[in-house]
């Protein structure tokens, strides 16, 4: 098999509702947790109770999960000087998925902190960081370098942790499998832009607006339900130097400085909001010709890679859910199989 690039010309989408929701009851609960704002929104009789369990256990994992706090997980595995340490059953298995997503992409890196703070953008004081600095850092850059064994991690000397990638959209897994524990049939989480669906709404499906990366609005919507939805592109964090140039915050680990992968952004639909919010990093430093053959690989996932001359590449199983804006004057294209 091979990937097939067409033209979109032009999408009619129809669509059927597959079954109906009572949307008498909207509740909702905003906060602010994972350095980002926080908003679900449920419905049903049962939906006010059901999202205070959530917002409790979402708070729960950013506790486990952090970087900078010293009660948690995380901190304690960064500092333990390359002695193993016990963590919960949950930052286990996270810190595995990881691994596991780092080998699978060779492109979603969860020890690449110390770059990130080089760079500055852990700690708001942006800086670029020279050529020596970066090699010397790499070296400890690598998910060879994490051990686990049950809940025991050991990370070599000078390696750290960042779960940053990943643990917005595992949290809202948890959330969404207590939503339904509670039944919950519809429910949307934003995640501070990280969007995670239960079912659809009135009946139908929900209508997402696709952020433009170059500046305010909209490329398109799209029509999707029961999924999750994580945009990444390096217009969310930058900095730009005395000459105009900007460096963005998502950093290839394969080089230590921002991806420079021709992509403006990357947005990916999975089943899990943890597979979405790592490869929308992923793809976007792949670049569009090796994550489309990583998606003709996977066929688990969809995406929206937007280049950044402003051209759209969305895979097939989206060209009938995602409806481009009359006024985003820029090629659609369809990455397709072709046997």
Known sequence: ?????????????????CGSTDNSTEYSKEFFAMDTYVKFTAYGGNAEDALELAEMRFVEMEAMWSVTDESSDIYAVNHANGNAVTVSEQTADLITYSLQTANE?????????????????????????????IKELLQNVGSEKVTVEGNSVRLEQGVQLDLGAV??????????????????????????????????????????????????????????SDAAVV???????????????????????????????????????????????ALSTSVFIMGLEDAARFWLEKRDFEMIL???????????????RFTPNSAYDREVHVIEYEN
């Open 167 to 224: 643990g917005k959209g595992a949290a809202g897994d948890e959330v969404i499998q207590i939503l339904m524990e509670n039944g919950i049939t519809s429910a949307l989480l934003d995640i501070g832009g990280n969007i995670q669906i239960i079912g659809q709404k009135n009946g139908a499906d929900w209508r997402l607006g696709i952020r433009s990366p170059f500046g305010e609005g909209t490329v398109g919507v799209l029509e999707i």
């Open 1 to 17: 098999m091979k990937i097939k690039f067409a033209l979109l010309i032009f999408v009619l989408l129809i669509f059927t509702a």
């Open 231 to 277: 945009t990444s592109g390096n217009y969310e964090r930058f900095f730009t130097d005395e000459n105009g140039i900007s460096y963005g915050h998502i950093i290839d680990p394969s080089t230590g400085y921002p991806a420079d992968s021709g992509l403006a952004s990357a947005t990916i639909v999975a089943s899990e909001g943890k597979r979405a919010d």
């Open 105 to 133: 992409t060779n492109t979603f890196e969860p020890t690449i902190y110390p770059i990130l703070t080089a760079w500055g953008f852990t700690t708001g004081e942006n800086r670029i960081p020279s050529a020596e600095e």
């Open 306 to 320: 937007i280049l950044q001359n402003g051209e759209i590449y969305l895979t097939e199983g989206l060209k009938e």
